[in-house]
């Protein structure tokens, strides 16, 4: 497995960080001004023929179905730049009851569909549209950035705060404190916060026998048991960040890799972060799919296909390059469903808020209606190649 243990003590760990992390934060703080110095590449762009299926299975006797399904977003996004990077086409929806867009409390798009007494045992919804997603490239350069004013910090205070499982307390609060130390630029301490993730937690799944994710998306879990999915990473990262003064968001969308184009596949869900720094703007990071890329471990047969499935491309081992570009920037090969956690729905859900909506939620007679049992999600396209 990788060469960098995963129950170093936070005291070796600060000390790793100041001496070996100052020549990563520096060539950073460089990184905007030598980018346009050099010229960059065009932004990668790709297209896709989307289809978004979702099966709500109906128990007998039920006389109440609402229905709360992901949609895809059009609006500018947080941390996706300063132009639209997801563009959305010749949208269709086909369900079986009218429905509606209505956004959520964090406003983003959200499809809602209620039946009464409904007749069938299983109702289907089908969204389909062509999504063309630009890579994002934000350039990001510390010395443009500052500390939050006290306008600033009641303004982002949503994104200061401690969520159900993304947690603030005294032991993130010293965690934060010990990896940063006296840094006050945002832009340096969120990635130390970056790079600490990627030392000290490894996406289970290049250890699928022994390492599992949280079914929740947790920062308990995740700085407990150092595993779990992109939720998790980014959950913690989120927490450190939020107890640093650092506003962060957390985007939910999926993945169009190259292995699954034009099967018809499920392709889950993936999520990844973005922050504010004054001077900046909204940064995005994918610290999670950065790991794939971060330090040496073992390729089995128990965890080759998982770690190709996890990547936007496919690729994945040791590329310090990967590791640079997922922290300010994302690739074309994603889309995004819904931001945020804590959620409430509109119309409001009967239930707690929702703690995503990467998929669906759906509620029967007031009571929540579970994710497998009740309901399946499925997810497949089409890339169109240019000409």
Request: charged residues 25%.
């Amino acid at each position: 497995m990788r060469s960098m243990s995963s129950k170093r003590r936070f005291t070796e760990l600060a000390l790793v960080l100041l001496l070996a992390g100052s020549a990563s934060l520096s060539h950073m703080a460089r990184a905007g001004s030598s980018a346009k110095d050099q010229g960059d590449p065009p932004l990668r762009r790709a297209t896709f023929e989307v289809r978004h299926e979702l099966k709500v299975m109906t128990p007998e006797g039920a006389q109440r179905i609402r229905i709360w399904f992901a949609f895809p977003q059009d609006d500018l996004i947080p941390g996706d730049g300063a132009g639209p990077a997801q563009q959305v086409s010749d949208l269709l929806v086909d369900a079986p009851y009218p429905y509606r867009i209505e956004r959520d409390s964090e406003e983003s798009k959200v499809l809602y569909l209620e039946a009464n007494n409904p007749r069938e045992q299983e109702l289907k919804i089908v969204e389909t549209f062509v999504l063309t997603r630009t890579e994002v490239r934000s350039g990001v350069d510390p010395t443009k950035a500052r500390p939050l004013s006290d306008a600033e910090r009641a303004r982002f205070a949503p994104y200061l705060a401690a969520n159900k499982h993304v947690v603030i307390n005294d032991e993130i609060r010293q965690l934060a404190d010990q990896i940063v130390g006296d840094e006050s630029n945002p832009a340096l301490m969120a990635r130390k916060l970056y790079d600490w993730v990627l030392n000290n937690v490894d996406y289970w799944v290049k250890d699928p026998q022994h390492k599992k994710a949280s079914p929740v998306g947790s920062t308990t879990y995740c700085l407990t048991f150092r595993t779990g999915n992109c939720t998790d990473f980014e959950s913690l990262w989120t927490s450190l960040a939020r107890a640093k003064g650092i506003p962060t968001r957390i985007v939910y969308g999926s993945f169009f890799k190259p292995e699954l184009n034009g099967y018809d596949l499920n392709q889950s869900y993936h999520c990844w972060a973005t922050f504010y720094a004054p001077g900046l703007g909204w940064i995005p990071h994918d610290v999670a799919v950065a790991d794939l890329y971060a330090g040496e471990f073992e390729v089995t047969a128990d965890n080759e296909v998982l770690m190709r499935r996890t990547t936007a491309d496919g690729a994945f081992g040791t590329a310090p390059a990967k590791v640079e570009y997922y922290f300010g920037n994302l690739d074309e090969r994603r889309m995004v469903w819904s931001i945020g956690r804590d959620l409430i729905l509109s119309p409001k859900q009967g239930g707690e808020p929702v703690n995503a909506l990467p998929k669906a939620y759906v509620e029967i007679d007031g009571q929540v209606h579970p994710e497998g049992t009740g309901w399946v999600r499925k997810l497949t396209y089409r890339e169109h190649k240019a000409s």
